[in-house]
Structures are given as C-alpha cells and as structure tokens.
C-alpha cells in the first residue's frame, strides 16, 4: 500500500506544478497566465488553512504579501513583468514568507548565473554590463532606466530576454532540493 506524503511534501509537490507549468507557458508564449496564478493562490492558501488552520491562512496571506512587495519595485521600473510579480506572490501563498526569501533569493542567483551564461552565448558580456551601468545611473538619479533605454524595457522585444518563470522553477527546485535535506526553514 502506498503511504501518503507529508504536508511539507505536499507544499513541495504544489510548488514545482506552479512553477513548472509557469515556466513552460514563460518560455512558449512569454507570459504566464492569471488562471495558473490564481490557482496557485487558492492551492497555497487552501493547503496552507487545511494543514494549519488560521496560522496557516495568515502564512499564506503573509508569503503573498512579500512575494508580491519584493517583485514590485521591479515592475514599477519595467524590470520584470506583472505575471513575475503575481507569480512570486503564489509562490509564497504555498511556502509562507520567510521560505518565499528563500526562493526569491535562489532564484536571484541561479536565475543570475544562468542569465550570464546566455549573455556570454549570445556574445553580448560588454553590451551587457554596459546596461548594467546605465541602469544604475539612471536609478540614482531616480529616474526609471526604461525611459532612456527601450532596451531596458521587458515589456519590449529589443532586448535579450530569459524567461523569468524559468528562472523561478530553477531557484523553486533548488530550493525543494535544501528542504529536503532539512536545510531551509
């Protein structure tokens, strides 16, 4: 007979179907849809109330808030598109606040290492840093680096772009990688 997985399973399996389904529509159409989303939403939210009662709706409510407030700085200065930012704030309604840190932060530097790695592919490393720069310029001036630079604009096709879902299912599954050995909280 087989046994039932553990709650803590059961989160991990949540996270990789919304991440995993996220990706693959990032990287064939380039958007992630508001269904999967909200699905993701009321999954974390209901598995969250279900396994914990009250104290696990507020840790949901509390993983979609930081999700949301981490990714939308980024989207106010066309850094990352809506759906990353709602995507993020799924997320963590399914892992609550400090786990979502700890995916958002994988995702950071995967996500990064990957994105050099294409740059380098694409033989773009000095346009690339060049960019860098700019954007860091024109944030210091408070000015959004998207008014200067179409380029710097992800919601335009003059740029290279990585899928940013992708990145996500990658920092998503290294974490469900260090929850398994009892590393992260």
């Known amino acids: 007979m087989l046994s039932q997985p553990s709650l803590?399973?059961?989160g991990e399996i949540l996270l990789g179907i919304l991440v995993g389904v996220a990706a693959v529509y990032d990287i064939r159409y380039r958007r992630i849809p508001n269904w999967l989303v909200l699905a993701g939403i009321v999954a974390g939210f209901a598995w969250n109330a279900l396994s914990s009662g009250g104290p696990g709706f507020g840790r949901a409510a509390a993983g979609l808030g930081l999700g949301f407030i981490l990714y939308f700085p980024l989207y106010l200065i066309r850094g990352r598109r809506a759906g990353d930012v709602k995507l993020l704030a799924a997320v963590g309604s399914i892992v609550g606040p400090g786990n979502?840190?700890?995916v958002f932060l994988l995702t950071?530097?995967?996500g990064g290492a990957i994105a050099l790695v294409v740059i380098m592919i694409h033989k773009r490393t000095g346009h690339t840093f060049f960019n860098v720069g700019w954007i860091?310029?024109?944030l210091l001036r408070f000015k959004a680096p998207y008014k200067s630079s179409e380029e710097l604009d992800v919601t335009t096709d003059k740029g290279?772009?990585?899928p940013?879902?992708?990145?996500m299912a990658v920092g998503a599954g290294a974490f469900i990688l260090i929850a398994q050995y009892g590393v992260v909280i």
Do not use: E, K, S
């Open 8 to 10: 803590y399973v059961t």
């Open 164 to 167: 940013h879902a992708a990145m």
């Open 160 to 162: 290279l772009r990585v």
């Open 108 to 110: 950071a530097i995967l």
């Open 100 to 102: 979502c840190f700890w």
């Open 136 to 138: 860091v310029r024109d």
